[in-house]
């Protein structure tokens, strides 16, 4: 069987949430900083503040003292870019959580440590 993509992990993830903490969802978004675009659609995208390194999801609620929470998605193998790292310095920084995460069980795992904490 073929490994799940990046994407497809994170549509998991996102599906699993939406039916398990409905009354938080709307505050549980994507940030759609990746992907492949054309030279002049990327230089819209960042006129208007894409940035590089951004986590893929956020659940912007408070918990356990952290501001907010911030996921990267990566397949099993996948690592963190140069600028993924440095974002995670700031988020923690500023008093958000950050993981890493790299498959639905391990998501899963994460939020409900977030919130359960």
């Keep these: 069987m073929k490994p799940l993509t990046e994407s497809q992990i994170q549509k998991q993830c996102v599906e699993w949430f939406r039916k398990t903490y409905p009354s938080i969802e709307p505050l549980f978004f994507a940030v759609p900083n990746g992907g492949a675009r054309n030279a002049w659609t990327a230089k819209i995208m960042k006129d208007e503040g894409v940035r590089s390194g951004v986590a893929d999801l956020i659940l912007q609620v408070?918990?356990?003292?952290?501001?907010?929470?911030?996921?990267e998605m990566k397949t099993p193998v996948g690592k963190q870019s140069q600028s993924q790292r440095e974002y995670e310095k700031l988020a923690?920084?500023?008093?958000?959580?950050?993981?890493?995460?790299?498959?639905?069980e391990e998501f899963q795992k994460a939020i409900k440590e977030y919130i359960e904490a």
């Design 92 to 104: 923690k920084r500023m008093k958000n959580k950050y993981v890493v995460c790299h498959s639905l």
């Design 62 to 71: 408070p918990m356990g003292g952290y501001a907010s929470l911030c996921i």
